[in-house]
């Protein structure tokens, strides 16, 4: 079982989690409190909806670690779940994102945030061209 399959399967069994499909149409997706939290679309890919607020607050932590990819003016962030940290990792950010969506008013019919998935993520230049 790999570690996202492994995710999907102990997420899937919190009280506040329900399994639903992803708007996206990719893989399989939770959602909470009639938002999308998790698209799983891979073996080792998911987005996780933190909230802009969310990721404007631990942007410094999100962009740190290696498992996390960012994407500007998205409020998912792409999670690669590749070692077993990352699980440890997924699920803080899950508890992070039900928080977060708690005290969000009722989505509109129709509107729904946009996954990372077939979005380009911004990677760092960092250390590229640096003497």
């Known amino acids: 079982m790999t570690l996202a399959a492994r995710a999907f399967a102990q997420l899937a069994t919190w009280p506040d989690l329900t399994e639903v499909e992803p708007s996206c ?9 009639h ?3 998790a698209h799983f679309h891979s073996d080792q890919d998911l987005d996780l909806c933190l909230t ?3 990721i404007r607050r631990f942007e410094e932590h999100l962009e740190a670690a290696t498992a996390v990819r960012l994407i500007p003016g998205s409020h ?6 590749e070692v077993v940290a990352d699980f440890d990792l997924l699920m803080t950010l ?8 708690q005290n969000l008013p009722l989505p509109e019919q129709g509107s729904r945030a946009r996954c990372n998935d077939r979005r380009s993520a911004v990677v760092a230049r960092q250390g590229f061209g640096a003497d």
């Open 52 to 54: 802009a607020r969310v």
């Open 94 to 101: 899950v508890s992070l994102a039900l928080r977060a969506h």
């Open 25 to 33: 149409g990719t893989g399989r997706a939770l959602a909470a409190a």
């Open 35 to 37: 938002r999308e939290i």
């Open 76 to 81: 998912w962030v792409t999670v690669r779940m």
